[in-house]
């Protein structure tokens, strides 16, 4: 079983909606959770984290977590084309000493 | 965050040949990484460097095949020996600037022929 998990899509969404990305993970002593987004070519450009169950909003951009459950997700709201890129899920485990494990990504398209 | 610079940006090698990747960062950071993120892949840690110590080598890696040096809390290098085609791959430095988050470099483009 892989230790962090995304479907790898793409997922296509219109101008303006909601794109709801998912990540699952395995490891039950993880304790912070990242979401990179990755332009084709380009480097990973860290958009949230997220340490506590709930949700945490950053403009259009809201992370869930849910420990219990073992998921985390990425909301991003009035979707726009310039937010078509892969989406990386990250996840730090307890005494990892800061390493993270990333998912295979989610490929985003906006389309107008 | 950080500014983090790589050189170079890109290179094409031929085979047997060794390339060192060079990562500087603007502020002094304890913890950097270095990744590899073959072509349609996800990001694979290769090793973490910390000033003062040995890296410390993630599972199928090894140091002689990816010898690092972080003579400073700016600096790194990582080294890619030997080289074949499936090196192939963008080689990427991450640091940690004490927040338990990394940010990462440009990446380095390697084609290895």
């Known amino acids: 079983q892989k230790e962090v998990e995304q479907n790898s899509g793409p997922l296509s969404v219109p101008e303006g909606a909601i794109a709801s990305l998912n990540c699952t993970y395995s490891?039950?002593?993880?304790?912070?959770f990242f979401w990179y987004r990755q332009y084709s070519g380009k480097s990973p450009e860290l958009i949230m984290s997220i340490y506590s169950n709930g949700d945490k909003e950053d403009g259009r951009f809201t992370a869930q977590l849910n420990k219990a459950s073992q998921y985390v997700s990425l909301l991003i709201r009035d979707s726009q084309p310039s937010d078509s890129a892969t989406y990386l899920c990250a996840v730090k485990v307890t005494g990892t000493a800061s390493k993270l494990t990333f998912g295979t990504g989610t490929r985003l398209q906006v389309t107008l | 965050s950080a500014v983090i610079s790589q050189k170079p940006s890109r290179d094409i090698c031929q085979r047997g040949t060794s390339l060192t990747i060079q990562c500087q960062v603007d502020?002094?950071?304890?913890?950097m990484f270095w990744y590899r993120q073959q072509p349609g892949q996800s990001l694979t840690l290769i090793a973490t460097?910390?000033?003062?110590?040995?890296?410390?080598?993630e599972s199928g890696f090894v140091i002689d095949k990816f010898p690092i040096s972080r003579p400073n809390l700016t600096f790194s290098t990582l080294t890619v020996s030997n080289m074949s085609p499936e090196d192939s791959s963008i080689y990427l430095c991450?640091?940690?600037?004490?927040?338990?988050?990394?940010?990462f470099g440009p990446g380095t483009r390697l084609l290895v022929l």
């Open positions: 460097a910390n000033q003062g110590s040995e890296a410390t080598y």
């Open positions: 991450s640091v940690d600037p004490g927040a338990e988050t990394q940010y």
């Open positions: 490891d039950r002593v993880s304790q912070s």
């Open positions: 502020s002094q950071v304890t913890m």
